[in-house]
């Protein structure tokens, strides 16, 4: 996974928990989201590794005590640390200081109704921002007409669709990462 992928990860799982995002900070390496659930008044702070500094790839315990100290420092509730690849002592520091890891091989594990949930609200915010309203049936949606698609929030909506159907949970949550990435496109 490329950093980007970290991102859109960061991305899918504020999106699921509910997070709303209260602000992104990129630096060389990482991108640092500042989000709360929008039931509680919690800070956390979910920073993705873009750049791993070693040269094996791994993300090591030094950056898991870097991001420990800003979690104490700015009085964060909870941290989440996504990245390629940690080393065993990164993991143990993690579950030590109450950081959730993610990353190509750790991930969360969604329910399928809680990821098919989020890809809904973004889909009526999607086709109320360009549409001007939420279709209710299928006919009043005009981004699938006589076989082809014109809209690519239908295309992702019909995929998802399937997905579910099939209970596909990583192309769910890649739908839900387009899904988020129009949204993005549209501010």
């Known amino acids: 996974m490329s950093g980007e992928e970290f991102v859109e990860k960061a991305e899918v799982i504020s999106a699921i928990r ?3 995002n209260m602000r992104t900070r990129r630096k060389e390496g990482r991108v640092d989201f500042t989000v709360s659930p929008s ?3 919690d800070k956390i702070l979910i920073r993705v590794i873009t750049e791993a500094r070693s040269r094996s790839g791994y993300i090591g315990v ?3 005590r ?3 100290d800003v979690l104490e ?3 964060y509730d909870k941290g ?3 990245g390629a690849r940690f080393t065993e002592a990164a993991k143990s520091e993690m579950k030590r200081e109450n950081i959730e890891a993610v990353s190509e091989r ?3 594990h969604f329910k399928l109704e809680g990821l098919y949930s989020a890809i809904a609200g973004c889909l ?3 086709c109320r921002a360009k549409c001007g309203h939420v279709p209710t049936k299928e006919s009043d949606c005009k981004g699938y007409v006589d076989g082809r698609y014109s809209c690519d929030v239908r295309l992702i909506s019909d995929n998802a669709s399937f997905h579910l159907e099939h209970g596909w949970v990583r192309f769910l949550e890649r739908d839900l990462a387009k899904l988020l990435a129009i949204e993005k496109s549209l501010e």
Do not use: A, H
Request: glycine share 4%; net charge negative.
């Open 80 to 82: 989440i640390l996504i």
């Open 62 to 64: 030094d950056s898991v």
């Open 18 to 20: 509910g997070y709303e």
């Open 124 to 126: 009526r915010n999607l």
């Open 66 to 68: 870097e991001m420990n």
């Open 106 to 108: 750790i991930t969360p």
């Open 73 to 75: 420092k700015r009085d």
């Open 39 to 41: 039931e509680s008044d």
